[in-house]
C-alpha cells in the first residue's frame, strides 16, 4: 500500500488504489461541496482563497502541488506564519504537552513515554498501558479530544516531525490517535476487534483548520496513521477492504473540517445566525457519534458554547 511509511502521501496513489476516498477526503461536510484552498498560496496556478480544491488540481500533472510544510519553499513558510500565525510544533513538544493532557486523565505521570537522553527525546514504555480505577482502555479510546487550528494535525497523530519532515516510526508516535490506537492494540487480539476499536478512536478525535492545503494533509494523516498501525500490529493481515477506506474516510471527513475558528464558518462565510439554509450555512457542521448507527450533524458552535 502506498501510504505506508511515505511523509508525503501522493494524491494520484490514493486515487489509483482506493478509488473515491479521495473524493471523500476533499469533502466539506457544512456546505456539501469541496474544501476551500482557504489561502492565495496557489494563485499562481490559478486557485484562489474562495475556489473549491477539485480533484483534477490536484492529481496528475498536478500530483505535487500540495505538499507538507517542511516541503515548502522557505519564503511560502514565513508568510503563511505572518498572515495566518501558522507555526508548526516539533514533535518532542507535542509529546510533552500531550503528556501533561493525559496526567490529567490518568491522575498520574503519563503511561506511555519514557525520558530518553536530553529531554527532546523519548522512547515508548515497554509494558502495557494500566488504567486508574473507576476507568478502562475503552473509556480512553473513546475520549473526545481536539486540536484547535490544526494545520497538519501534529497534535493527532506524529507520523512526522512537522519541523523537520523526519518520519517516527509507529511504535515511538505520541499523538493523541496513536495514544487511543496503542492502547487498542494492547487490549484486542483479533484484526476484526482492532478495526471495530480503531474506529471508536477515530471517531473521538477532531481537528479543524482554516487552510484547505493544511486540512487535506491532516486527513490523509489520520487516515495513514491507522493504516500503519494496523500493519504494525498486524503485519501478516491482508489489505483492508475498500469499503473499510472509504468508511474511514467518511469518519475523517467529519471531524477534520475547515472553519474560521473566530466565527465557527466556513472562511469567508458570513456568520450572520440567520443564514441557516443550504445555500449559505452560518455555522459549521459536525457528526454527533454518540449514537454510532444513527449519528446525526449537529452545529459546531453550539458544542463549544457548552464547553
Same mark, same amino acid.
Given at each position: 500500500?502506498?501510504?505506508?511509511?511515505?511523509?508525503?502521501?501522493?494524491?494520484?496513489?490514493?486515487?489509483?488504489?482506493?478509488?473515491?476516498?479521495?473524493?471523500?477526503?476533499?469533502?466539506?461536510?457544512?456546505?456539501?461541496?469541496?474544501?476551500?484552498?482557504?489561502?492565495?498560496?496557489?494563485?499562481?496556478?490559478?486557485?484562489?482563497?474562495? +475556489?473549491?480544491? =477539485? %480533484?483534477e488540481?490536484i492529481?496528475?500533472?498536478? &500530483?505535487?502541488?500540495?505538499?507538507?510544510? !517542511?516541503a515548502?519553499? $522557505?519564503h511560502?513558510?514565513?508568510?503563511?506564519?505572518?498572515e495566518?500565525?501558522?507555526?508548526?510544533?516539533?514533535a518532542?513538544?507535542?509529546?510533552?504537552?500531550?503528556d501533561?493532557?493525559?496526567?490529567?486523565?490518568?491522575g498520574?505521570?503519563?503511561?506511555?513515554?519514557?525520558?530518553?537522553?536530553?529531554?527532546?527525546?523519548?522512547?515508548?514504555?515497554?509494558?502495557?498501558?494500566?488504567?486508574?480505577?473507576?476507568?478502562?482502555?475503552? +473509556?480512553?479510546v =473513546? %475520549?473526545?479530544?481536539?486540536?484547535?487550528?490544526? &494545520?497538519?494535525?501534529?497534535?493527532?497523530? !506524529?507520523?512526522?516531525? $512537522?519541523?523537520?519532515?523526519?518520519?517516527?516510526?509507529?511504535p515511538?508516535?505520541?499523538?493523541?490517535?496513536?495514544?487511543?490506537?496503542r492502547?487498542?492494540?494492547?487490549?484486542?487480539?483479533?484484526?476484526?476487534?482492532?478495526?471495530?476499536?480503531?474506529?471508536?478512536?477515530?471517531?473521538?478525535?477532531?481537528?479543524?483548520?482554516?487552510?484547505?492545503?493544511?486540512?487535506?494533509?491532516?486527513?490523509?494523516?489520520?487516515?495513514?496513521?491507522?493504516?500503519?498501525? =494496523?500493519?504494525?500490529?498486524?503485519?501478516?493481515?491482508?489489505?483492508l477492504?475498500q469499503?473499510?477506506?472509504?468508511?474511514?474516510?467518511?469518519?475523517?471527513?467529519?471531524?477534520?473540517?475547515?472553519?474560521?475558528?473566530l466565527?465557527?464558518?466556513?472562511?469567508?462565510?458570513?456568520?450572520?445566525?440567520?443564514?441557516?439554509?443550504?445555500?449559505?450555512?452560518?455555522y459549521?457542521?459536525?457528526?454527533?457519534?454518540?449514537?454510532?448507527?444513527?449519528?446525526k450533524?449537529?452545529?459546531?458552535?453550539?458544542?463549544?458554547?457548552k464547553?
Open positions: 500500500m502506498p501510504l505506508l511509511g511515505e511523509v508525503d502521501i501522493l494524491e494520484d496513489d490514493l486515487v489509483r488504489v482506493v478509488p473515491g476516498v479521495l473524493d471523500l477526503l476533499l469533502k466539506d461536510r457544512t456546505t456539501g461541496r469541496n474544501i476551500l484552498w482557504g489561502t492565495e498560496d496557489y494563485a499562481a496556478l490559478g486557485h484562489h482563497a474562495q +475556489d473549491e480544491i =477539485r %480533484l488540481a492529481t496528475g500533472a498536478n &500530483g505535487r502541488v500540495i505538499r507538507p510544510r !517542511t515548502k519553499a $522557505a511560502v513558510q514565513r508568510r503563511r506564519s505572518v495566518r500565525a501558522e507555526v508548526f510544533t516539533p518532542w513538544v507535542v509529546n510533552a504537552q500531550n501533561l493532557i493525559d496526567a490529567a486523565w490518568f498520574a505521570p503519563t503511561p506511555f513515554v519514557l525520558p530518553k537522553g536530553r529531554h527532546c527525546d523519548w522512547e515508548p514504555t515497554q509494558r502495557a498501558i494500566p488504567f486508574p480505577e473507576g476507568r478502562t482502555w475503552r +473509556d480512553y =473513546r %475520549l473526545p479530544r481536539l486540536e484547535i487550528t490544526c &494545520g497538519e494535525a501534529p497534535y493527532l497523530t !506524529t507520523r512526522y516531525d $512537522a519541523t523537520t519532515g523526519l518520519p517516527i516510526p509507529v515511538a508516535r505520541v499523538g493523541i490517535l496513536d495514544r487511543k490506537l492502547v487498542v492494540s494492547e487490549n484486542t487480539l483479533r484484526d476484526k476487534d482492532w478495526m471495530r476499536w480503531a474506529k471508536h478512536a477515530l471517531r473521538a478525535t477532531y481537528g479543524y483548520d482554516w487552510q484547505g492545503d493544511n486540512l487535506l494533509l491532516a486527513r490523509e494523516n489520520l487516515l495513514a496513521t491507522l493504516i500503519e498501525a =494496523r500493519r504494525e500490529r498486524f503485519p501478516k493481515a491482508a489489505e477492504p469499503h473499510d477506506y472509504r468508511e474511514l474516510a467518511d469518519i475523517i471527513s467529519w471531524n477534520l473540517w475547515q472553519m474560521d475558528g466565527h465557527f464558518v466556513p472562511p469567508g462565510s458570513d456568520p450572520n445566525p440567520d443564514l441557516l439554509d443550504n445555500r449559505e450555512p452560518a459549521c457542521r459536525i457528526l454527533d457519534w454518540s449514537i454510532p448507527r444513527r449519528p450533524p449537529v452545529f459546531v458552535h453550539t458544542l463549544f458554547r464547553g
